[in-house]
């Protein structure tokens, strides 16, 4: 009865959050100052790598992505496509910025580095097509998956809009952090109540996590770790990135069967071993 409760609360909240969805605004912004204030290499780094990782969303959902019990969810499909068009121009706003900074500046800008092809693996079309208690899995791992990777990113701008020093780039990664922040929320909230009805999902979820989760953006066609451990030991240094570490590992070992994950921590423990 209480998982019934808890569904019950989280997708009326989850409604509430889609109810607010808008296009990111950013021609508002003083573009003309852009460049006036020289930035930091490892802030160029961050956004460079932030600016490519937004932009891989833009692409078909295949394999696990597009599990037939997780697109079934009319609330999921709906989300899905405001979370993609939202990223989609995350990555644009961060694209313009970039490109304005170095004709501005003169610095060399690397160019947006594309997705590989929309192509799922042979294992993942066969469990895209299975529903069941394996369909519930693969719905509760999409939702917690997308937890774990938007409660990163919303830091990391977070972080980084404190840090740069420019105040029209600051303002313009605030307000990402806060679509950001309503992506992590809804990902959460599908993913508390899915864990919590399913000791299947909690059992699975946990092995899964703890030995293959890799941070957003990383992958074959897609980001290298040492990429990505550029933007860590930049992001990490100080007082306030150990803090935001541990908050967020706090934060997502919250969810039902993940007591004592730290996935955020190990990821940067292995970087730093690496």
């Known amino acids: 009865m209480e998982e019934v409760r808890l569904r019950k609360r989280n997708e009326e909240r989850c409604e509430r959050i889609l109810e607010h969805a808008a296009p990111l605004l950013v021609d508002d912004l003083d573009w003309n100052t852009v460049g006036v204030r020289p930035l930091d290499s490892g802030v160029i780094a961050s956004l460079v790598y932030m600016r490519d990782v937004e932009g891989f969303t833009d692409r078909d959902l295949v394999g696990l992505t597009a599990h037939r019990t997780t697109l079934g969810d009319p609330l999921i499909r709906r989300f899905l496509g405001i979370w993609r068009a939202e990223e989609a121009g995350h990555a644009a706003a961060l694209d313009r910025y970039l490109r304005t900074y170095g004709v501005a500046?003169?610095?060399?800008?690397?160019?947006?580095?594309?997705?590989?092809?929309?192509?799922?693996?042979?294992?993942?079309?066969?469990?895209?097509?299975?529903?069941?208690?394996v369909g519930r899995v693969v719905a509760a791992?999409?939702?917690?998956?997308?937890?774990?990777?938007?409660?990163l990113?919303?830091?990391?701008?977070?972080?980084?809009?404190?840090?740069?020093?420019?105040?029209?780039?600051?303002?313009?990664?605030?307000?990402?952090?806060?679509?950001?922040?309503?992506?992590?929320?809804?990902?959460?909230?599908?993913?508390?109540?899915?864990?919590?009805?399913?000791?299947?999902?909690?059992?699975?979820?946990?092995?899964?996590?703890?030995?293959?989760?890799?941070?957003?953006?990383?992958?074959?066609?897609?980001?290298?770790?040492?990429?990505?451990?550029?933007?860590?030991?930049?992001?990490?240094d100080g007082a306030d990135g150990a803090t935001a570490l541990t908050r967020m590992d706090t934060?997502?070992?919250?969810?039902?069967g993940f007591a004592g994950v730290h996935i955020y921590r190990d990821a940067v423990s292995t970087l730093a071993a690496a």
């Open 105 to 133: 500046t003169g610095a060399a800008i690397p160019r947006r580095q594309l997705p590989p092809p929309a192509a799922a693996p042979l294992r993942e079309r066969v469990v895209a097509r299975v529903g069941g208690p």
């Open 153 to 236: 990113t919303l830091n990391g701008y977070r972080l980084l809009a404190d840090r740069c020093g420019d105040p029209v780039l600051s303002e313009l990664l605030t307000r990402i952090a806060a679509q950001e922040s309503r992506h992590y929320s809804f990902y959460l909230l599908q993913a508390e109540w899915r864990l919590a009805e399913s000791p299947l999902a909690r059992r699975v979820l946990r092995r899964v996590l703890l030995s293959s989760w890799t941070p957003v953006g990383i992958g074959d066609g897609y980001k290298q770790p040492a990429e990505f451990a550029v933007v860590m030991r930049y992001l990490n």
């Open 141 to 151: 791992a999409h939702m917690a998956w997308g937890a774990a990777n938007e409660l």
């Open 251 to 256: 934060r997502f070992a919250s969810l039902p």
